[in-house]
């Protein structure tokens, strides 16, 4: 059992470039997140999606946008990358009635230059 | 969620309890306090979760007052595998979305 699977693990972009962050689940929830961790800082939520079909935005969504393509695939894209969003990035999924207990995938860590 | 309030970090040693206190003192009737641990270049991990009085698990243990305006989460003899950010979080399970604070960076010494 996997539960929460990114790709890729590590990233360098030049400025300006795009790229999508690919989160895959299953565990069969319904709900699934993309959260942002500057280093030595808290995770800061970007999307939700409470179900299949639906996107909203979280904290920071601003430089990114996001497809729940199905049930276990909710992906991240940066369309025109920027230094500011060098981070480490994370996708999570949880059930529906238990959104506190989430669980997360290894991060992708991406650069910005 | 409810605002919580948790202290930035904490030092302890290799074999003593660590005691880390989230205050939320305006935690709603049908809101629940979740713990997750996040080790070094990890994702966070959920580690405990409780409504009130306490709750015992194979990491941890999570004491809430009868009031509820906080709670601790409780480490026992703690290893330097216990080194890591602490997230003390509030709401109602049912809710949409999950929002973390800065947590309580743990450091663990020999």
């Known amino acids: 059992n996997a539960g929460v699977t990114q790709t890729p693990k590590f990233q360098v972009l030049k400025t300006g470039q795009s790229m999508t962050l690919q989160c895959a689940q299953d565990?069969?929830?319904?709900?699934m997140y993309w959260y942002r961790q500057d280093p030595g800082m808290g995770l800061r939520l970007i999307y939700y999606s409470a179900s299949e079909g639906t996107t909203d935005k979280g904290e920071v969504p601003n430089g990114y946008n996001v497809s729940r393509l199905n049930k276990r695939e909710f992906s991240l894209r940066l369309e025109s990358a920027a230094p500011s969003q060098t981070s480490v990035y994370f996708c999570?999924?949880?059930?529906?009635?238990?959104?506190?207990?989430?669980?997360f995938g290894q991060g992708t860590r991406l650069t910005v230059v | 969620l409810a605002k919580t309030t948790q202290p930035i970090s904490m030092d302890s040693y290799e074999g003593q309890e660590v005691n880390i206190t989230c205050s939320h003192n305006n935690i709603a009737t049908n809101d629940y306090i979740t713990w997750y641990q996040q080790f070094p270049s990890q994702g966070p991990r959920f580690i405990i979760q409780g409504y009130k009085t306490k709750v015992t698990n194979e990491v941890a243990s999570l004491f809430i007052p009868a009031d509820r305006k906080s709670s601790t989460l409780s480490l026992p003899r703690v290893s330097l595998s216990d080194t890591a950010v602490y997230y003390c979080?509030?709401?109602?399970?049912?809710?949409?979305?999950?929002?973390f604070g800065s947590g309580t960076r743990l450091s663990i010494r020999p």
């Open positions: 999570a999924s949880s059930e529906v009635g238990r959104i506190t207990e989430a669980f």
């Open positions: 979080l509030v709401g109602d399970s049912s809710a949409s979305k999950i929002i």
């Open positions: 565990m069969n929830h319904n709900s």
